[in-house]
Each structure stands twice: as structure tokens, then as C-alpha cells.
């Protein structure tokens, strides 16, 4: 026979705490406590089992489920005394859902089924407080009501309020016995008319209704879109706990509350809570009255410490402060516990891993380690990487007010407030003025960099999570909301409108880039901290991890954050990002504007001094890190000028005429340049730009070996390969032009010579491209792009509605597709390492911040990932995760409940 029905309750139980799946996250804990003796008041859980056996079957039970709850509640009746149903002496019992991961949306607790008619007179003798009981009926019928039978709550709260009034009291605690009484009535004729069926006076056809609503909250459709939200499997399905009723309720030496067992906002290591005198758990919650707090020290010099719980019920908190030890000792986690005192007598009815904020997580996994009750490997995996966030940028303040006004993507983390502006040039004009200044553009190129660093946060109303805006701004740690659709921006007139706002320029808004939304005024925000905890926690994480985390960076600042966050190296160095600035981007469309190979060269000599530059700062900025740098990638029509005044600024520079270079440049137009004239196709039809590159990085790297002695390995990265070759003509031009600067400057210098894997082409001939190639760098971004077919600029028009769909199960460019472009990794680094054992394996695109997708890369064994600076700890802490994490599919999934 199988068994449906665990009991728990007078020091024993049939479950235990590992059996979550089956009883649930309540009913596993509540059998657990009840093993190590709490005071838990007895009851059973109906299995997860039986949950899916209903809808396997046509919503019919199993046989054998009427006789072992028919069993299961004689039990209890013996345990405490009363008799369901019974007249003089009533069982009482709540009713309430458990499944397996917590979650919001379902039937959650029916309080004091087994009232009826009769019933409520017994109880009423027995407490002898007719008053409590006729309270106790009311709430029951209220509750039964609304979630069991549907019946709408406001015909329940117009009937209360009436009584209210036509005995002109405020407070519920005012209604008498027989108000009460009134009320019941009122309440049945509610059910009766809505339903046509009087209220259910049969206690059993109570419980199973109850029992019933909760499997039926199983399949709403609240439920089933928090599942396919949270990745939850419809197939687990709920448990149902049925457990004795103790009343908070009875009188002021009872109360109800909810406690953790350290502060869940700060970590710190000390109770806190609420609480309720004389009431039910449902009152601390609604929010009528307002609760206590649970000690002294919480209160903070508030004078509501005098009605600490603490100093009014002594006994019962002296009783709760052991339980509070018991169960962190024995959980080895922060617990989140309600409780419930009946007569100065304490009860547990659920604990549970508390909630917690970034900073809090930290901290109790840092002093849990100190306490001696997690090693620090533990403590590694009991943090959320990306909750680290909170942590690295500015977090708006929780307490504050905000109207939301739009919806993007968050693409780049932090919380700023700034005046609006809607072009580059007025973002620097406005910041150089000392203002603060939020760029808003349909969407972002190139030409917008200097206002994208002159803001404080970018909005976008077009793009994705790898588009333009997204990339840079997550480079440069700005704030950024990206693809937010429904925002209809007017450049022109320099104002944008979503919902029926407008937002004309030098109004206020705030963005967050970390949740995507856009919010009207300034809402203030709260300063990152980096406290000691955060480097004790990333020490122990570096001391496990075996991944290197590299960075993506080209710009001093950005190169200098990343150190700071702990970068070992730069995995990514875009060079076309530096010739953006406004000085340079003149002559380097001079370059491409040139007519033959000549002009292209006199405009590279100027360019060649400021890439030398660079790279000698980068070089000495990163200090004998490994610095990787990508040679010029983009489509050529991004750099193209735009506007008749960009064009005679060329003219004049290059002493071309106006209409030349217009010709030029249409005919240098693309279709479809994300396919065209990129990568390393434009090294082997301009051999001359990789040429003046390659020259710099070599100058760059003696020039910083005469100052100072260090000497830099430069791994200098060929783009979009997919022929071998092209790598190995790119590449015996790199090697003559080293040959030529060692004859210069009268010294070798090391170097490494590898390429991206981005087209699947690659990833698939990666045997041959390794003959070339002394390491191979994942760029993700496109891998992804070019292996789904998939624009990585536009796709943010129909992403949501592929993963509502279940297509997608996330965005494939912000948590790798591991199942497709995995598989192409999989097989291009077997490949490679197939001709060249000792390849050096590393992946730069957006993926490297993504903990998933590094969870991935550790299986896969690469070297190094690569990400943007501010997802430098996150991503050291996914791979330590991922390092000791032996389930080789799944992320850890930190501070599991
Ligand atoms: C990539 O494609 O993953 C990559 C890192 O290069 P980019 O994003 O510059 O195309
Ligand atoms: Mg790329």
C-alpha cells in the first residue's frame, strides 16, 4: 500500500527534512522540528504524490487517501484531546499549502476548520470566552469563503463594515460576542447567496474542501506562470499539511508572530521579528494593527522597545530564543520562523531559509564561517553571484516612493537620477556644466560614446542585451535600461512619450539598469559598500575557484575598475572602441575613405600614435597581466560619416573633396554589415589597418619594457575567423612585422597569436584554425548570433514573447544557449586541442559574467572568462561556485530554501 499521508507531531514524525520533494518545504520542516522535539503542534502532510496521482487521474484521489487521513486525524485528536466535530470538546485545524520550493500564488492557509453551528459553542464554553470562539467562526467562514469556495472577500469586509458602523466602532477588537454572532449570520447569507448552498456544516466536507483547494490552486493560472517564471516543474506538484490549531488569539497571554533568526536586511547576528498580542497569524500580515517588535536592540531606542516582546512575555521569548539556536544549529542557515503563544505556551508552526538582501547573505555566510558552523567552502556557495550587484553599484533606496513609467531590459546595473537629454553632444555640454544627465536615444552607435560617458545612465527604446548601448554601457559601468519599446522617442523635438507621459528635455528621471525599469523624479538611491565580508568571501572564493577571470576593457578607467574588482588580465581589448573619441575618429575615416592604399597610409601614421599610446597605458595599467587585444572588428559603415558636417570635416582633413568621399562611402555601404565587411575579412582586404595594429601593440610593449623592464605578452587576437586560411595569412603578417620592430628596437618580444571562435565554421574546422592559433577566445555574442540566426541588435522585439512561449528558456545572449552554441564550444575545444594539446581557451563574450553559462565553461575545462569590470566578483564567484559544484548540468543554486 502505498503511503499518502505522513504524520508528525509529539516528539516523532514519519518525514524528515530531506523529504521536501515529497512533503513539501512545510510539512518536510514541520516533521523535521517535530523529530528534534519543538513544541510543534501535531498534524500530517498529504504527499506531493498525491498531488500529481489527481491530475494523472482525472482529479480523482487515490483509494487508500480517505482511510489514512481518517487515521492521521484520529491521531492527532488523540495527541491533544479533542474531537473533530465534536460538540462540547472541538478539534480545530488549519489547512495549508506546501510545495517543494516556496511559492507565491497558491491557496495559502485556512485557520480554524471544524467550526460550524455547534461547534463554536462548545469552543466557546471550553475557553471560556464566547467572544474568542464567535471571532474564531467569523474568520473561518471569511477564509473558507474566499479561498476555498470563491466568494468574493469584499462581500465579507462590506458585512464587517456595516456592523462597524451601526455600532459606531473603529477597531475590530470593539465588536462584542454577539456583534460576532450577527456577523457569523451575515457571513452564511453571503456564501448562501452567491453559491445558492448554505455554508458547510459538516467538518469533513470542510477538510476536503480545503484539502481540495489547495491541489486546485496547483493549476491557476497565477501558479502556473510563477512555475514557468521561476524554472519550477509543474510536475512536482503541492503538498497539503493539516495541523492543530493553538489560538494567539485567547486572551493577552497570547500572541502571534514571525521572526528571524538574524537580521535578514543586514545579516546581523541578532533576533528580529514581530509580533502580535492576542491575535492570528493573518493579523500580523493584513497590516490592521501594527505589530511589535521582537527585543529591545531592535527597536532601536524607538519607544515601542518597551513593548518588546522580550520584556512582555518573558517566558515564552526565553522559550523562542533556545528554539532559535536549535534550528540555525541545526539548519546551519538563518531561519525565518512563525510562531504562535497560547496561554504563555510557545508553538512553532513553520521555519523555513530566510530571505535575505545581498549584504545580509554575506554576512551570515562570513560570520557562519567564523561561528565555526560552515567551512568557507560552504559559505562560497551560500551567496547569490548575482546578487553581488546590489552590492557594486548604487541601489535605490528601498524605502522610497517611485512611479514607474516604462520598462526595458536591464541591461547595465545601477540606480541614477538625471536630467534627460536626447543627444550626445548635449549630454557632455550639460555634464561638463557640472549637471547630471541621462542620455535617451531610440538607439546608440558609436558616435553617441562621447555622450554615453558624459551621463550618468542610458535609456534606449531600441536594442538588446548585447546591442550597442547594452555592451558599452556595461563596459563602462554605466547605469542602462535598453530596448524599452514602449518609450516613442522624438529626437528631433528632444522629448520622449511612454503611457501618456511626456518627458521633455532637463526633466528628471531615475533609471534602473538592474531591474529595467524607468522611473519619473528622482528617487533616491544608496551608495554601494564593499565591506570586510566581501573580501573575505571573494578570498575564499579565489582560493577554490580554478577559471581566471579576465576582463573585457579597452578604456584606462575601465582597465584600472577591473583590477580593482580583481580582473587577472584583459581577455578583450576592442580596439575599435578606441578610435571613437572625437579626435580620432576623423582620421580613421579618413582611412577608410581613402581612395587607394597610400591615403589609407597616411591616415594610419596618424592613427598608429594614438594606438601606441594606448596600449602603453593599458600595458602598464594591467602590469604583467595577460593583455589580449582584438584587432579592428566592427562593419565599416559604423565608423562612416553621418551628417554633411562629419563629411567636410573629413574633406578637409584629407584634402578629398566632399563628393568623392560621399561616392566612397556608398560605395562602402552594406546590406547587411553584422555579414560583411568585418573582422578579420577587413584585415585581408586592408591588410595595411591590422599592419599599423599589430606595429603599435609591438612599439607599445618595448616601449613599456625601456621605461620600466616589465615585460608584456601581448596575445594579439584576430576577429571572425572562419578559414584557417585567413588566420595564417593575418598571422605571417603579424610575425614579419614582429620581426621588423625586433629589428628596430634590437630586442624580441614574446608574443601570442590566436583567434575568436565566433562563426560556427570555426568552431567546427577548430582542428585546422589551431595549427594557426595559440589559444582560442569564445566570442559568444556572435557564436550565438551566427549559430541561431539570430540578430543580436533586433531580437529584443520579439525575445519576451520566445520565452513566454517556452522557445527560449532565457535570453540566449545573456545566459548561454548550452545545448547549441555549447555544443559548438564543445566541439571546437576538443578540436583544437586535438592538434594543439596545449591551446589556450577563454571566452569573452557577454557570457563570461553570465554564472550560468561560466557553470559551463568550467565543464568544458576553458582557461579564463572575460567580462565586463562590474561582473568581475560575480563571475569569480560563479567559478569558484562552479569548481566546487559536482553536479556538472546545473548551476549551484545558492542559499537553496
Ligand atoms: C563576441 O562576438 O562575443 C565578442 C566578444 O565580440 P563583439 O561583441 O565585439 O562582437
Ligand atoms: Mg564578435
Not at 493579523?283 to 536592540?297: K, N, S
Not at 601593440?697 to 601581448?714: C, Q, Y
Not at 564543445?826 to 553559462?853: M, N, Q, Y
Not at 559551463?856 to 561556485?881: D, K, M
Amino acid at each position: 500500500m502505498t503511503k499518502w499521508v505522513y504524520r508528525f507531531g509529539g516528539g516523532k514524525a514519519d518525514g524528515s527534512a530531506d523529504m521536501r520533494r515529497l512533503l513539501g518545504g512545510k510539512g518536510a520542516n514541520l516533521a523535521e522540528m517535530s523529530s528534534l522535539g519543538l513544541p510543534v503542534p501535531p498534524g500530517f502532510t498529504i504527499t506531493t504524490a498525491v498531488c500529481t496521482a489527481y491530475y494523472a487521474n482525472a482529479k480523482q484521489y487515490p483509494d487508500e487517501l480517505a482511510a489514512q487521513v481518517d487515521e492521521a486525524v484520529a491521531a492527532i485528536e488523540a495527541e491533544v484531546g479533542n474531537t473533530f466535530g465534536d460538540a462540547d470538546n472541538p478539534l480545530l485545524v488549519s489547512v495549508r499549502s506546501g510545495a517543494p520550493v516556496s511559492m507565491p500564488g497558491m491557496m495559502d492557509t485556512v485557520l480554524n476548520l471544524g467550526l460550524n453551528d455547534i461547534t463554536v459553542e462548545g469552543l466557546a464554553a471550553r475557553s471560556n470566552d464566547p467572544r474568542f470562539a464567535w471571532d474564531s467562526y467569523r474568520r473561518f467562514i471569511q477564509m473558507y469563503g474566499d479561498v476555498v469556495l470563491g466568494v468574493d472577500h469584499y462581500l465579507f469586509e462590506d458585512q464587517l463594515e456595516d456592523v462597524k458602523q451601526s455600532k459606531g466602532f473603529i477597531q475590530d477588537t470593539d465588536l462584542t460576542a454577539d456583534d460576532l454572532k450577527q456577523l457569523v449570520a451575515g457571513y452564511k447569507a453571503v456564501v448562501e447567496k452567491e453559491l445558492g448552498t448554505p455554508f458547510p456544516q459538516d467538518v469533513r466536507e470542510q477538510l476536503w474542501g480545503a484539502i481540495g483547494a489547495v491541489f486546485g490552486s496547483w493549476m491557476t493560472e497565477r501558479a502556473v506562470t510563477y512555475r514557468r517564471l521561476h524554472d519550477i516543474d509543474a510536475r512536482m506538484g503541492t503538498a497539503v499539511t493539516v495541523q492543530a490549531m493553538v489560538f494567539g488569539n485567547m486572551g493577552t497571554d497570547c500572541a502571534t508572530g514571525v521572526a528571524f533568526t538574524r537580521n535578514p536586511s543586514t545579516g546581523e547576528h541578532a533576533y528580529y521579528g514581530e509580533y502580535l498580542i492576542n491575535a492570528q497569524g493573518e493579523d500580523v500580515v493584513a497590516g490592521i494593527r501594527t505589530p511589535q517588535p521582537l527585543t529591545v536592540h531592535m527597536a532601536n531606542g524607538d519607544p515601542s522597545g518597551e513593548r518588546a516582546m522580550e520584556l512582555v512575555m518573558p517566558k515564552a521569548f526565553a522559550e523562542l530564543s533556545a528554539v532559535f539556536d536549535k534550528l540555525e544549529l541545526h539548519y546551519r542557515d538563518m531561519q525565518d520562523i512563525e510562531f504562535t503563544v497560547q496561554q504563555d505556551k510557545l508553538y512553532i508552526l513553520q521555519t523555513r531559509n530566510g530571505k535575505r538582501t545581498a549584504r545580509a547573505a554575506l554576512k551570515v555566510a562570513v560570520d557562519m564561517v567564523e561561528e565555526g558552523l560552515l567551512s568557507p567552502e560552504e559559505a562560497v556557495l551560500r551567496v547569490d553571484p548575482i546578487s553581488l550587484d546590489q552590492l557594486l553599484h548604487p541601489s535605490l533606496d528601498p524605502d522610497a516612493e517611485r512611479k514607474v513609467i516604462a520598462k526595458g531590459l536591464p541591461a547595465s546595473p545601477g540606480a541614477v537620477s538625471g536630467a534627460v537629454v536626447f543627444s550626445a553632444d548635449d549630454a557632455q555640454k550639460r555634464a561638463q556644466a557640472g549637471e547630471a544627465v541621462i542620455l535617451v536615444r531610440t538607439e546608440t552607435s558609436p558616435e553617441d560614446i562621447h555622450g554615453m560617458h558624459a551621463a550618468l545612465g542610458i535609456l534606449t527604446a531600441r536594442g538588446g542585451m548585447t546591442s550597442h548601448a547594452a555592451v558599452v554601457a556595461r563596459g563602462m559601468g554605466k547605469a542602462c535600461v535598453a530596448g524599452a519599446g514602449d518609450v516613442s522617442v522624438d529626437e528631433a523635438r528632444k522629448r520622449f512619450t511612454v503611457a501618456g507621459v511626456t518627458v521633455k528635455e532637463g526633466d528628471i528621471v531615475t533609471l534602473d539598469g538592474g531591474t529595467g525599469t524607468v522611473m519619473e523624479g528622482r528617487v533616491p538611491t544608496v551608495e554601494p559598500e564593499l565591506s570586510g565580508e566581501f573580501g573575505t568571501l571573494m578570498a575564499w572564493a579565489d582560493k577554490v575557484r580554478r577559471l581566471k577571470v579576465r576582463t573585457n576593457a579597452e578604456t584606462p578607467e575601465d582597465a584600472r575598475t577591473a583590477v580593482r574588482f580583481g580582473a587577472e588580465g584583459i581577455g578583450l581589448c576592442r580596439t575599435e572602441h578606441m578610435f571613437f573619441d572625437e579626435d580620432r575618429i576623423v582620421a580613421m575615416r579618413e582611412m577608410i575613405l581613402a581612395a587607394d592604399a597610400e591615403g589609407r597610409k597616411a591616415a594610419l601614421a596618424r592613427i598608429l600614435e594614438h594606438q601606441r599610446g594606448d596600449f602603453v597605458e593599458l600595458f602598464e595599467i594591467m602590469a604583467g597581466l595577460p593583455v589580449t587585444i582584438r584587432l579592428l572588428d566592427p562593419p565599416l559603415h559604423e565608423f562612416l560619416p553621418h551628417t554633411t558636417k562629419e563629411l567636410e570635416a573629413v574633406a578637409a582633413a584629407s584634402g578629398l573633396s566632399a563628393k568623392a568621399l560621399k561616392r566612397r562611402a556608398m560605395e562602402l555601404h552594406e546590406v547587411n554589415p553584422m555579414l560583411g565587411m568585418r573582422g578579420c575579412r577587413l584585415g585581408v582586404v586592408f591588410p595595411e589597418v591590422y599592419d599599423m595594429q599589430v606595429r603599435a601593440i609591438f612599439e607599445a610593449a618595448s616601449e613599456v619594457f625601456a621605461r620600466s623592464g616589465a615585460t608584456v605578452t601581448p596575445e594579439i587576437m584576430v576577429p571572425l575567423v572562419g578559414f584557417a586560411r585567413e588566420l595564417e595569412m593575418i598571422k605571417a603578417r603579424i610575425d614579419a612585422i614582429h620581426s621588423e620592430v625586433a629589428k628596430e628596437t634590437g630586442r624580441e618580444l614574446p608574443y601570442l597569436v590566436g583567434t575568436m571562435i565566433e562563426l560556427p565554421r570555426a568552431a567546427l574546422r577548430a582542428a585546422e584554425i589551431a595549427e594557426h592559433a595559440a589559444f582560442f577566445s569564445f566570442g559568444t555574442n556572435d557564436l550565438t548570433q551566427m549559430a541561431l540566426g539570430l540578430s543580436r541588435d533586433d531580437s529584443g522585439k520579439f525575445m519576451d514573447l520566445y520565452q513566454r512561449a517556452n522557445i527560449f528558456e532565457r535570453d540566449p545572449f545573456a545566459s548561454l544557449d548550452i545545448e547549441g552554441v555549447g555544443e559548438l564550444m564543445s566541439i571546437a575545444a576538443e578540436r583544437g586541442r586535438a592538434t594543439r594539446g596545449d591551446i589556450k581557451l577563454g571566452v569573452c563574450g557577454e557570457h563570461g559574467g553570465d554564472p550560468r553559462s561560466i557553470h559551463f565553461c568550467e565543464t568544458v575545462g576553458l582557461e579564463y572568462v572575460s567580462c565586463s569590470p562590474y561582473r568581475v566578483p560575480i563571475a569569480r564567484l560563479a567559478a569558484a561556485q562552479a569548481a566546487l559544484s559536482t553536479d556538472s548540468s546545473e548551476p549551484t543554486r545558492a542559499a537553496a530554501e
